[in-house]
Nanobody
Framework: QVQLVESGGGLVQAGGSLRLSCLAS????????MGWFRQAPGKEREFVAA???????YYADSVKGRFTISRDNAKNTVYLQMNSLKPEDTAVYFC????????????????WGQGTQVTVSS
């Protein structure tokens, strides 16, 4: 069982930046694919970014060039640096983990955090 705790959300003006963090409670953090997803009110949860065991990176087209995912295996933490934020980035952001799946599908990730709210004002 892996527990994930997100932090770093908040209110920011359009064009601003935020860095989200996700701390994982597992001794084998380096063996998990880590992903970030988001869910806006009335919409389905969607993929944002993922980082694999070998630090291979995946991004949704909507965030490429603005968001950067990274991980620090020594700290059991995955980050999402979000720059040039837009009002349409407003959502609850979730951290997810999986020991074998390295993709974009919500249903394939086994472990989820509770989410952190990101609100971008125009």
């Amino acid at each position: 069982q892996v527990q994930l705790v997100e932090s770093g959300g908040g209110l920011v003006q359009a064009g601003g930046s935020l860095r989200l963090s996700c701390l994982a409670s597992t001794r084998t953090f380096s063996g998990y694919v880590m992903g970030w997803f988001r869910q806006a009110p009335g919409k389905e949860r969607e993929f944002v970014a993922a980082i694999g065991w070998s630090h291979r990176l995946y991004y949704a087209d909507s965030v490429k060039g603005r968001f950067t995912i990274s991980r620090d295996n020594a700290k059991n933490t995955v980050y999402l640096q979000m720059n040039s934020l837009k009002p349409e980035d407003t959502a609850v952001y979730f951290c997810a983990a999986d020991p074998s799946y390295s993709g974009t599908m919500v249903k394939e990730y086994d472990y989820w955090g509770q989410g952190t709210q990101v609100t971008v004002s125009s």
